[in-house]
Structure formats: C-alpha cells, structure tokens
C-alpha cells in the first residue's frame, strides 16, 4: 500500500483546508486510516481515525468538532475536512494505514509523505 497525503497549504485562522490521501494497492480498502500531525519541535501526535469500513471514527480532543475524517471507497481516499482552523494547527500532517490499528493505537505499518498545514494568526 502506498500513500500519497496531499492539499496543505497556508490558510489564516478560522479557514478551512481539506487533506487527501490516496491509497494505491489491490487492498487498500481494507485498511483502517488515521492521520496524525507533527508540529514544529514537538512529538508526532495522533489527529483522527476511521475504520476500514467508515463505520468507526475517533478524534482527539483538540481537533473535535472541527475536523470530520471520510473514505471515498472508489477513489480509495481518505479525506480530512479541517475547520475553524486554529494556529495551533499548524503542523505537518501524515496519513497512516494498517490492518489491526485502532484508534490513536498502531500498527500503522504505511505512512504517507505528509503535507503542511500553516495557519496564521
């Protein structure tokens, strides 16, 4: 399975983006997806997840009410719909597929290259 994350950008506080991962492999369907972010000096850290099937979603906390994740099954991509965007967002965001993942839990066993997000103040 390969990953390609794709539409960062820089967007002034309150905006919106949204993210794109496409997924490339006979089975990539059947993986479960989340995306997890990276901010500047700081440790990689877990964003939103959904099931192979969409049935199940999780989101931190922080981003809650805001982001809305969702598969495109026929264009095998996930989306990250982000809202009300915060500087605090700001960060590069990579998606992430496996199997037997759950939640902020792994293995995520593909990661996509990531795409950055900055939103100004």
């Known amino acids: 399975v390969q990953l390609q994350a794709s539409g960062g950008g820089l967007v002034q506080a309150g905006g919106s983006l949204r993210l794109s991962c496409a997924a490339s492999?006979?089975?990539?369907?059947?993986?479960?997806m989340a995306w997890f972010r990276q901010a500047p000096g700081k440790e990689r850290e877990f964003v939103v997840f959904?099931?192979?099937?969409?049935?199940?979603?999780y989101y931190a906390d922080s981003v809650k009410g805001r982001f809305t994740i969702s598969r495109d099954y026929a264009k095998n991509t996930a989306y990250l719909q982000m809202n009300s965007l915060k500087p605090e967002d700001t960060a590069v965001y990579y998606c992430?597929?496996?199997?037997?993942?759950?939640?902020?839990?792994?293995?995520?066993?593909?990661w996509g290259q990531g795409t950055l997000v900055t939103v100004s103040s």
């Open positions: 992430a597929a496996g199997r037997l993942a759950k939640n902020s839990v792994g293995p995520y066993d593909y």
């Open positions: 492999g006979r089975t990539s369907s059947s993986y479960n």
């Open positions: 959904i099931s192979w099937s969409g049935g199940s979603t």
